[in-house]
C-alpha cells in the first residue's frame, strides 16, 4: 500500500483530518452552546382535521457564532455520541415545561392540548431520567397531563423490561408517550402491545409519497388500522398538501403536523398561533 500511496495519502490525509477538526470543533463549541445560549426551542403546530391546534412539537435549534444555523440531524447525533445531549436534553425538558405552565396560566391551552418534546434514547435510559422529569415538573409547574414525550423504536428493542418500568412510571406521572418515526425502526409488534404508548406517528418518509407510492400508502393504512385496534391514537408527521391530508383523513387519521399547516416557528409566533386557536 506504501508504495502506491503517495497520491492517495496526499490526497485523503487533509481531507481526513479536516473532517476530523470539524468534528471536534462542532463538538467543542456544543459544549459551551448552552451557557453562551446559542440553543432555543422552535415549536411547529400539531393539528386537527378542522385545523384547530392540539398541540405543538418542541424542536431544538442551535444558532451558531460563526457558522450560523446548524440544523439537529448534524448536531443531535454529536450531542448522542458525546453524551452533551444529557445536559442539552434536560435544558429542553426545562424550556418546554417552563413554557407549557405559561401557556396554561395565560388560558391559552384548548382541551386536550399536548407538547411533545423529543427524548433520546440515550436520554431515556439514563438511570436519572424519571427523578430528572419529576424535578423539572416541580421547577417549572408544568401540568403534566399536558406533556407528551417522543420516543423513537431504538428504545423498543432495548432491555424491555426496565423500559417498560420507566415507561410505567412516567404514564403514572400523567405524561403521554408517543413513538417517533413509527415504522421506520426494528420494534417488535409483540413488545408494542405490552407498552403504555398513546400514540403512534407515522414518519413523514411514508407520508411523502402517500399519494403516489402504494407501498408508502399499505404502510400508512396499516399502522392506522393497527393503532385502532390497540385503541392509540395516531398523528402524521410532514403533510405537506391538501391532498395528502384528505387521503390520511380517508385512511382514519384526523392529527396532522406538517409545513402544509405550519413550519416550526418562534415562541411569540406560536403564542400567537394559540391565541386564535386555529390555522388559517
Ligand atoms: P423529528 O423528531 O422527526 O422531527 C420532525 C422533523 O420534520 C423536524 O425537523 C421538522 O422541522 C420536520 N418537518 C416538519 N414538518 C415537515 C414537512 O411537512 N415536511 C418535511 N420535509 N419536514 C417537516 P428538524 O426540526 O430539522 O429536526 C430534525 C430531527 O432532530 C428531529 O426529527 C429529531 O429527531 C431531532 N430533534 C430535534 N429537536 C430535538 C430535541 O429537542 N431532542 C432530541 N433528542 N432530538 C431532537
Ligand atoms: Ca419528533
Ligand atoms: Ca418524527
Ligand atoms: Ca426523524
Redo the contacts with the bound molecule.
Sequence with gaps: AKSSGRNTFHFYRPSMQLLADQHLAMEKSLHTSLQNNELY??Y?PQVNQDFQIIGA?????WQHPDQGFV???QF?PLA?ETGL?LP??RW?LEQACFQLSRWEKEGLCPENFRLA????AR?FEHGNFIDSLNEVIQQTGANPDLLEL?L?ESLLISSLESTIEKMEAIRAMGIALSI??FGTGYSSLKYLKKMPISQLKI??SFI?DLLTDTNDKAITETIIAMANHMKLQTIA????DADVMEQLIKLGCYHF????FS??VSVENYTELLKVQKLP
Design positions: 426551542l422552535h411547529q412539537e418542541a424542536l431544538l435549534r440544523p439537529p440531524d443531535i448522542e445531549i442539552i436534553g429542553v418534546v423529543n427524548i433520546s436520554q417522543e423513537t417517533d418515526d414518519d413523514k411523502a408527521e410532514g403533510v405537506e403536523q406538517g409545513y402544509y413550519r416550526p
